[in-house]
């Protein structure tokens, strides 16, 4: 990872200052200053927590570029994707996950670590991610389905359309709303055991 501490914020694009959605964009397509604006913020981050233990200038540099790296290799396999949540906040979490780490190795007191007063926001993480799951466990059991309940459940529930207008619009075979929600209550029951098995 470059070294990147001459590098002042402001010289960087104005929209990856401003918009965690472009820095995730930036991040995803390998954009040198993304990369060089998320080390910059990671590095302040790990200096600040830093301060009360004794890491290094170099261990904080070796921490900063692994930090980018796991987080860039998340971005790009898929395992974190921007869906409001900024990818310094994230970058950032597995910072602070390696510098615990990097604190036990060191015999360093790890219970000092744990009671810094900044707000921990590893369970957001872990719901992020439990979330992200629980789509992706969604999406495989929707592909089970058949096309016609597939599709009464992706109107309502994807789509965002009222029952009224599905069927005024010949959206599905069903030509009353009655009819459109026994189908789409069937619809739910076989996608629940779907998702149990």
Same mark, same amino acid.
């Given at each position: 990872?470059?070294?990147?501490?001459?590098?002042?914020?402001?010289?960087?694009?104005? &929209?990856? $200052?401003? #918009?965690?959605?472009? +820095?995730?964009?930036?991040? =995803?397509?390998? *954009?040198? @200053?993304?990369?060089?604006?998320?080390?910059?913020?990671?590095?302040?981050?790990?200096?600040?927590?830093?301060?009360?233990?004794?890491?290094?200038?170099?261990?904080? &540099?070796? $921490?900063? #570029?692994?930090?980018? +790296?796991?987080?860039?290799? =998340?971005?790009? *396999?898929? @395992?974190?994707?921007?869906?409001?949540?900024?990818?310094?906040?994230?970058?950032?979490?597995?910072?602070?996950?390696?510098?615990?780490?990097?604190?036990?190795?060191?015999?360093?007191?790890?219970?000092?670590?744990?009671?810094?007063?900044?707000?921990?926001?590893?369970?957001?993480?872990?719901?992020?991610?439990?979330?992200?799951?629980?789509?992706?466990?969604?999406?495989?059991?929707?592909?089970?389905?058949?096309?016609?309940?597939?599709?009464?459940?992706?109107?309502?529930?994807?789509?965002?359309?009222?029952?009224?207008?599905?069927?005024?619009?010949?959206?599905?075979?069903?030509?009353?709303?009655?009819?459109?929600?026994?189908?789409?209550?069937?619809?739910?029951?076989?996608?629940?055991?779907?998702?149990?098995?």
């Amino acid at each position: 990872m470059k070294n990147t501490s001459n590098v002042q914020l402001t010289s960087l694009p104005k &929209e990856i $200052l401003s #918009n965690p959605l472009a +820095l995730y964009k930036g991040l =995803k397509n390998m *954009d040198n @200053s993304a990369i060089d604006f998320l080390h910059q913020k990671i590095k302040r981050h790990l200096n600040f927590r830093s301060r009360q233990y004794n890491a290094s200038p170099m261990d904080l &540099e070796e $921490l900063a #570029n692994d930090a980018i +790296l796991l987080a860039l290799r =998340k971005i790009s *396999d898929g @395992s974190y994707s921007y869906e409001g949540y900024s990818p310094v906040t994230f970058a950032g979490i597995v910072a602070d996950n390696l510098l615990r780490n990097f604190c036990r190795k060191k015999h360093r007191h790890f219970q000092e670590l744990e009671s810094v007063n900044t707000p921990s926001v590893q369970p957001e993480v872990e719901a992020y991610l439990a979330q992200k799951e629980l789509k992706n466990q969604m999406e495989k059991a929707i592909s089970k389905l058949s096309a016609t309940n597939q599709l009464v459940i992706r109107l309502k529930y994807y789509d965002d359309l009222k029952d009224e207008e599905i069927v005024s619009k010949g959206l599905v075979p069903h030509r009353t709303t009655d009819s459109l929600k026994s189908a789409r209550c069937r619809s739910l029951k076989r996608l629940a055991a779907l998702m149990r098995d």
